[in-house]
């Protein structure tokens, strides 16, 4: 399985390669010594993570190229608009119409998009959404892995299921040697190019266990690793991007400084967004958002969410639903509906057409049975698998009942690709931007 198409080397200037796929030239940053033109590549986020044998790689091209065209053709003929659409508002097809030719709607008309809870106009909102992700990043959709290190954590937000305040629940902290099986297995055997390592904030790991860690993936195990340890401080930030890391994942939760404060004791929005921003500014890839329904938060909230994602230059848009979690102070709070999961997903693409990655996350997968299928047309064009030892899993108990807590990583991967498969889409990334 494969979730980079391989792509050639056809120029080098300094640190930037251009990298041909199909005819399509892209172009990626290198750190790999030696790489000459002619070399095939694996790249990630706009990075080369991997020189590879040109016969493995003409031999994996060779099944991509039939199946790459048929997919695009299914995804072109399901992204196309119905500009017919019956009882629709000028004042929506203005926007709409604007967006389209790659104007982004301001904050208040977003708003106005998005308070309607007409199914036709919405509808037409979600169509719209997919329409720029087909025009701009065609079929390509993300695959990463996701690997939950320790559930070890010594925050108490109020949400969350490994917060402090679950007292009951078993703690776990994986060895290093668990980590590296683990990073090997996904990568060298189910062929993930991009992973994420999170854990709860647990000053259990230690910053120089991550360093060697981020350290031996580079060398042994190569692919695009995301952080996602939260506020581990600057400094610490730096050392890891150092040691390897390239991307920080980690969710500014809400844009509200007061509905922040009040569900993370002891936490201010500032020292969060500061993260965020300084890791950018160090060259990071960033995949941030928030969580949608949270008891308190209004839709002018979550609007300024994803613009807060926008503006912290998100190359991922991460937005799930708030989901109950039991021993946590909003147990007993419900969740929003489908509908509104949807809306942000294609608001994140309205906004932000031309490059993101719009992520469906795991918490919208619990929430619906038919997140995935509908969030990737509406705007979405990513999703994670879960690449945790299965004894883990269900111990990561940020919410009940999490979807892929006990499936095979095997089975999440036939699953996807035949969803996929079925949208037209194509279970890679083109890699270099
Ligand atoms: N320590 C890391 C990882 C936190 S857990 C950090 O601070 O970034 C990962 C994400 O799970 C959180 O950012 C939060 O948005 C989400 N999450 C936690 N509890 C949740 C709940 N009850 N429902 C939905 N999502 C939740």
Redesign the pocket.
């Known amino acids: 399985m494969c979730y980079a198409i391989p792509g050639r080397v056809k120029e080098i200037l300094e640190k930037t390669v251009l990298v041909d796929y199909f005819g399509e030239e892209r172009k990626a940053h290198n750190e790999i010594d030696g790489l000459t033109v002619g070399d095939y590549i694996y790249a990630q986020g706009g990075y080369v993570i991997e020189k590879i044998p040109a016969p493995e790689a003409e031999e994996i091209l060779a099944v991509w190229k039939e199946t790459f065209f048929e997919l695009q053709e299914v995804d072109l003929r399901l992204s196309r608009l119905d500009l017919e659409t019956k009882g629709i508002g000028a004042e929506t097809v203005r926007i709409l119409d604007r967006a389209m030719e790659g104007k982004p709607p301001a904050k208040e008309e977003l708003l106005q998009l998005l308070r309607s809870e007409d199914p036709t106009h919405l509808d037409l909102v979600f169509k719209t959404a997919n329409f720029l992700r087909q025009k701009y990043l065609k079929n390509a959709c993300c695959v990463h892995g996701i690997l939950e290190i320790s559930n070890h954590?010594k925050q108490g937000?109020h949400?969350?299921?490994?917060s402090l305040h679950h007292k009951a629940l078993p703690r776990y902290r994986m060895t290093q040697e668990e980590i590296l099986a683990a990073v090997q297995e996904a990568v060298k055997r189910y062929g993930f190019k991009a992973l994420v390592l999170?854990?709860?904030?647990d000053p259990g790991h230690s910053v120089e266990e991550l360093e060697e860690i981020i350290r031996t993936i580079g060398r042994e195990f190569p692919a695009l690793i995301f952080i996602?340890?939260?506020?581990i401080g600057i400094d610490n930030l730096k050392r890891l991007y150092d040691a390897g890391a390239r991307g920080f994942?980690?969710?500014f939760?809400t844009s509200n400084p007061e509905l922040y404060a009040k569900l993370h004791p002891g936490q201010t929005l500032a020292t969060r967004l500061e993260h965020l921003r300084k890791a950018y500014e160090m060259g990071y890839l960033i995949i941030t958002g928030g969580?949608v329904g949270l008891p308190g938060q209004t839709l002018e909230d979550i609007v300024n969410d994803i613009y807060l994602a926008r503006e912290l230059h998100a190359e991922m848009f991460s937005f799930?639903?708030?989901?109950?979690?039991p021993g946590?102070p909003l147990a007993g709070f419900k969740p929003v509906n489908e509908s509104e999961m949807l809306k942000v997903i294609a608001g994140a693409r309205l906004v932000e057409p031309t490059e993101a990655r719009v992520l469906i996350t795991t918490?919208f997968e619990t929430l619906s049975k038919e997140a995935r299928r509908k969030g990737l047309l509406a705007g979405g064009n990513s999703v994670m698998l879960n690449v945790t030892p299965r004894q883990y899993r269900e111990k990561y108990a940020?919410?009940p009942d999490r979807a892929g807590k006990s499936e095979l990583i095997q089975t999440q991967i036939d699953e996807t690709i035949a969803l996929l498969g079925s949208l037209g889409r194509s279970p890679t990334d083109l890699g270099a931007k």
Do not use: V
């Open positions: 954590c937000c949400y969350c299921g490994i999170q854990s709860g904030e996602s340890f939260g506020e994942l980690m969710r939760e969580l799930g639903p708030f989901l109950p979690s946590t918490a940020l919410y």
